[in-house]
């Protein structure tokens, strides 16, 4: 019942959900047939599904036809498709096949003369070789099968073709599962997740659901909760936005604690390093400044940071406390990277599809993608000042007494991005963007272990400059356009006044309506 009609989540609900289509089925098909439509459906690695295309794929044969060697071959590989598969992993897929046979023989399924012969046996494979195989992409094959089961009504026992047309870049796919393996040591046991959306049309161009498929099926990409970070802060500082704030908008950064209802909570700056001074919205998402977020947050208070997560569609429990302006709630990799299309697209809704079109094997159309017709959600004017304001990650002119937050890949990039990076003691994550792609990628251990090891804490960054830069090469220049309603004034973006550190000042973004107080006697403003 799971693997025909049910995704591959583990919750309550599932089980109930599986308890409920199994006496339904039951009710309704024979023993056999429900088999048959299990084993018409079960994967088999290399992108085939399905007993008949597994026995076609592996053996050039049609299913009936196969010997008792073939069929136990064949039987050992779905317990896990890619360490059983007899191309890739021969002697684990014959160990298997060996213990079926025995197993077989025990409850007297076979005769002694019928298991030694398939023991002996060493049937010729027709598989393609893995590094000849067409790619395949299985944690993206795995959700384009959870989709088909959403939009099709099979019956367990009946079998179709299909051709099923994806939103999959496989260049993009490659380009990504090659930089994970430069980057990241193979013996490492962090894992890896990926997930890339086009905000444009909401094609989902890229799905890795960790290092190793063959060891793990396991879609950390769409399937695992991970605090966020400082990641989730972009959100925060929209809602501000919404609420008078601007880019230059000040607060103090220095060591702080605030008492909520009797409780105190003293965040901490990374590294416990403060500006000691105001600070602008612009240096606080550029260093991912702690305690200006903590403050932007209870500044807001009633409940609005959360309300505007929810406007992005986040789905996840949302503990709102002090601490959820720095990530504290769990969140899935997809639903991130899905919310920051929003601000991709201009604050227009965006809507992941996986699959465009599925056809018969004649070509009749039997599911088409509606298009993607993007309804304006958020205000266009305050998502590209904001989506202006996280390129500053990439500046290390805002540097005081610590780095901007992309100044390790900043010299990797030849193309205007908005980023933001987070971590915790056991996550790290980046998601950035243009108007052509949002790629976000996040690591940890699957059992939470603190992040210790530099180069595992590192290469995040490496592996999404150049991811992102690979596919920029065939898209233009990927920025936006400046909405009527905006205008650009020349100030310094630490101290958000027309002086301050460093003497420098660079083009910060405003709505002709919502300029800073402290400027709006000064007529130095230029518009573009």
Known sequence: ARNLFLTQDKNIKRKIDEIFIAINLENKYSKEEILEGYLNSIYFDHGIYGVEDASLFYFNKHAKDLSLAEAAMIAAIPKGPGYYSPIKNYENNKRRKELIIKELLKDKKITIEEANQALQEEPKLYGIPPQTNEYNAPYFQDLIMEEIKKILVITPAKRQSYKVYTTLDIS?????????EKYYPYNSEIEIAVYAINPQNGHVLSVIGGKDYQKSQFNRATKALRQPGSTIKPFLYYAALEHGFTPATTFLSAPSTFYI???SYSPNNYANIY???????AYALATSDNIYAVKTHLFLGNGIFAKTLRDFKFTTKINDNPSLALGTSEVYLSELVNAYAHLASLGKEVTPTLITKITDMNDKVLYQAKNNTQRQLFDKANTYILNETMTNVFDNRLAININVTGAPIANMLTRKYAAKSGST????WIVGYNKDIVLGIWTGYDDSREIIRSDEQKYIKYIWAEAIETYMKNCGNGWYEMPSNVTAIALNPISGNLTGPNNFTKLMYFKKDNLPWHLLNNNKTNQD
């Open 261 to 263: 209802n009797g409780i």
């Open 275 to 281: 500006p000691n001074q105001d600070i602008s919205m």
């Open 425 to 428: 003691d056991f996550d790290n």
């Open 172 to 180: 993009l796919n490659k380009t990504l599962e090659e930089c994970i």
